[in-house]
Antibody
Framework: QVQLQESGPGLVKPWETLSLTCAVS?????????WGWIRQPPGKGLEWIAT???????YSNPSLHSRVAISVDASKNQFSLTLASVTASDTAVYYC???????????????WGPGSLVTVSS | IVLTQSPATLSLSPGERATLSCRAG??????LAWYQQKPGQAPRLLIY???NRATGVPARFSGSGSGTDFTLTISSLEPEDFAVYFC?????????FGGGTKVEIK
């Protein structure tokens, strides 16, 4: 079955750049779905970060827009999130996910990675 | 669009009926989903487009509503249903989530 797995540093210093990678198995990232990142501060709710389509557009949350970038390595079937100039408020579990409805950017997410906790602290 | 979920916590016993509410700050039409999240796990899509159960979701879960007011109903709580539930819309950018309702064992 389709699986996603986040990886990256668990600790990032303030004002540095957070980088996470999502490895996808049993589903090609160029295969008609959009992919995304969502985060969840400890004990709090979910916040959508960004959604993209391989070879197409990237949509990001206006609250994070200028700090977010998405990159794709199709040869490895993985994609990455970078979030610049982080502060303590960026501490969260970061999830990568696949959208539910094909060929639709504005979407729900039905397949999620287990999540990766990133703490921003000096 | 702000999604407001109520109550924040619902204390019920197994076998009881759970009714969770999600209210949108403006109409989202029928573009609303519900997720279940257990501690230490990623959210699981339960219901999409208001009332459609995702694959493998038991029939005791049902959704209803339209526009700004939505309800997730669990007809008879099973032990594995005690969790946090979030709603999410996909009406306009950005998609947003509600703050969640925790269903706990009474």
């Amino acid at each position: 079955q389709v699986q996603l797995q986040e990886s990256g540093p668990g600790l990032v210093k303030p004002w540095e750049t957070l980088s996470l990678t999502c490895a996808v198995s049993e589903s090609s990232i160029s295969g008609g779905y959009f992919w995304g990142w969502i985060r969840q501060p400890p004990g709090k709710g979910l916040e959508w970060i960004a959604t993209f389509y391989y070879g197409g557009s990237t949509y990001s949350n206006p609250s994070l827009h200028s700090r977010v970038a998405i990159s794709v390595d199709a040869s490895k079937n993985q994609f990455s999130l970078t979030l610049a100039s982080v502060t303590a408020s960026d501490t969260a579990v970061y999830y990568c996910a696949r959208t539910f409805i094909t060929m639709s950017a504005l979407n729900y997410f039905d397949i999620w990675g287990p999540g990766s906790l990133v703490t921003v602290s000096s | 669009i702000v999604l407001t979920q109520s109550p924040a916590t619902l204390s019920l016993s197994p076998g009881e009926r759970a009714t969770l509410s999600c209210r949108a700050g403006q109409s989202v039409g029928t573009h609303l989903a519900w997720y279940q999240q257990k501690p230490g796990q990623a959210p699981r899509l339960l219901i999409y487009d208001v009332s459609n159960r995702a694959t493998g979701v038991p029939a005791r879960f049902s959704g209803s509503g339209s526009g700004t007011d939505f309800t997730l109903t669990i007809s008879s709580l099973e032990p594995e249903d005690f969790a946090v539930y979030f709603c999410q819309h996909r009406s306009i950018w950005p998609p947003t989530f509600g703050g969640g309702t925790k269903v706990e064992i009474k």
